[in-house]
């Protein structure tokens, strides 16, 4: 257990639609990230979060968008849903210098 | 960031110690070698980072060859609970001022055979 949560567990959406997903970073930590893991491969860095101002995005489009919150939480926004967006999406939480981050369980999104 | 080669799956019976290879020859003098490992249907999970001397802490140890380019990381005693995916990640130290960004290549499965 890290300290670190994610909403929902499980998500199933419609080609098209639009998702929200949501991570509580564990306590006193000041840096989101997240990262994209589709099956079979190793997580995707997608961007990361420092005092709610975005601080290095990885390839992806800007459909993928995020927000953090004065609390260090934060979510992940995905417009116009598309059939590769099906992955598990994982929240990374930390202090800003440090080497180790958390992560939490992840969501799983299904995209049909 | 520089790249890092593994070995696709390992295997290793319970008990004994279990070496994972890593190779990274195109590592900068200022880049990090961390290790995490991610068991099935969790996130990943943070094991041990070193520069060039060799580290050890709870979960396991890390060497380092001396010209960097390779190294190994070592499961003393391997339980069950340690099958997962292992992922060797080589980047620029925070204080670097790069994002602390992880980039995960497809790791090595490590199976512990009872």
């Known amino acids: 257990e890290t300290g670190v949560t994610q909403s929902p567990t499980h998500l199933i959406k419609t080609r098209g639609q639009q998702v929200t997903l949501r991570c509580s970073s564990q306590?006193?930590?000041?840096?989101v990230s997240w990262y994209q893991q589709a099956l079979g491969q190793g997580p995707q860095f997608i961007f990361q979060y420092y005092r709610e101002e975005e601080n290095g995005r990885g390839n992806f489009p800007p459909r993928f968008s995020g927000l953090q919150f004065p609390n260090y939480s934060s979510e992940l926004n995905v417009n116009a849903l598309e059939l590769d967006d099906s992955a598990l999406y994982l929240c990374?939480?930390?202090?800003?210098?440090?080497?180790?981050?958390?992560f939490g369980p992840g969501t799983r999104l299904t995209v049909t | 960031d520089a790249k890092t080669t593994q070995p696709t799956s390992m295997d290793c019976a319970e008990g004994r110690a279990a070496n994972l290879p890593c190779n990274h020859s195109t590592i900068s003098g200022n880049e990090y070698v961390y290790w995490y490992r991610q068991i099935h249907s969790q996130g990943p999970q943070y094991i041990i980072h070193g520069l060039k001397n060799n580290e050890t802490n709870e979960m396991a140890s890390l060497i380092i060859t001396e010209d960097r380019k390779s190294s190994t990381l070592i499961l003393p005693h391997a339980t069950l609970r340690d099958t997962a995916v292992y992922y060797c990640?080589?980047?620029?130290?925070?204080?670097?001022?790069?994002?602390?960004?992880?980039?995960f290549g497809t790791g090595t499965l490590l199976a512990v055979q009872p």
């Open positions: 990640i080589v980047r620029v130290g925070v204080y670097g001022g790069a994002t602390n960004k992880l980039i």
């Open positions: 306590s006193g930590h000041n840096t």
């Open positions: 990374a939480s930390s202090p800003r210098w440090a080497d180790e981050q958390y």
